[in-house]
Nanobody, 117 residues
Framework: QVQLVESGGGLVQTGGSLSLSCAAS????????MGWYRQAPGKQRELVAR???????DYADFVRGRFTISRDNAKNTVYLQMNSLKPEDTAVYYC???????????WGQGTQVTVSS
């Protein structure tokens, strides 16, 4: 019943920035662990960043120092600020969610991010 909707994707030049948003509904947002994932053509889906219900953050090595994940529980929204974008960041970015100690995972539809060289 958790519904996630991503927004903010688009086309940007190398070195540019984008901010992604993921709005959740049908959930107790403050109890959700949230994450951003991406999948490029011909590649596996991979974790980009995650933030727990307690606000603990973790990043993939390839985005650390460039991307920032945050959440606003009052708005039921998680964000991904992406700076210094590279062509290899081009992918569909997905929002994921799970309640603590739950095996169920919820996914948004994804938003396309394209970085031109």
């Amino acid at each position: 019943q958790v519904q996630l909707v991503e927004s903010g994707g688009g086309l940007v030049q190398t070195g540019g920035s984008l901010s992604l948003s993921c709005a959740a509904s049908g959930s107790i947002f403050s109890l959700l662990d949230m994450g951003w994932y991406r999948q490029a053509p011909g590649k596996q889906r991979e974790l980009v960043a995650r933030i727990t219900r307690g606000g603990i953050k973790d990043y993939a090595d390839f985005v650390r120092g460039r991307f920032t994940i945050s959440r606003d529980n009052a708005k039921n929204t998680v964000y991904l600020q992406m700076n210094s974008l590279k062509p290899e960041d081009t992918a569909v970015y997905y929002c994921g969610a799970a309640y603590w100690q739950s095996s169920n995972r919820y996914w948004g539809q994804g938003t396309q991010v394209t970085v031109s060289s």
